[in-house]
Nanobody, 126 residues
Framework: QVQLVESGGGLVQAGGSLRLSCAASGRPFRGYPMGWFRQAPGKEREFVASISWSWSGDSTDYADSVKGRFTISRDNAKNTVYLQMNSLKPEDTAVYYC?????????????????WGQGTQVTVSS
């Protein structure tokens, strides 16, 4: 069983940047897509970004609200997935979670992911 641990959250002013990390322990990534989700108070958990990989290269997907500002990447040697967040806005404030998909398919739905980290708080002040 894998344990996912997020880090890198914090308080930042609007326009600033943060880099979130998601480190896996217990076993390597299964090769299924990895995703980042976020949940703001009183709102449902929403998709942010995902990355899937094959021998032909990585494939990434982003929510419209973060396209052009956020970048997902991975380092297999470190068993870690990253989320680089630039040009942050107050509406990006949320708890950010990483998750591992259940199978070899991309999805924006939380129920298609079966392993989750504990989350890291990101707060963007105006």
């Amino acid at each position: 069983q894998v344990q996912l641990v997020e880090s890198g959250g914090g308080l930042v002013q609007a326009g600033g940047s943060l880099r979130l990390s998601c480190a896996a322990s217990g076993r390597p990534f299964r090769g299924y897509p990895m995703g980042w989700f976020r949940q703001a108070p009183g709102k449902e958990r929403e998709f942010v970004a995902s990355i899937s990989w094959s021998w032909s290269g990585d494939s990434t997907d982003y929510a419209d609200s973060v396209k052009g500002r956020f970048t997902i990447s991975r380092d297999n040697a470190k068993n870690t997935v990253y989320l680089q967040m630039n040009s942050l806005k107050p509406e990006d404030t949320a708890v950010y979670y990483c998750a591992e998909a259940k199978g070899y398919y991309n999805s924006h739905e939380p129920y298609d992911y079966d392993y989750w980290g504990q989350g890291t708080q990101v707060t963007v002040s105006s």
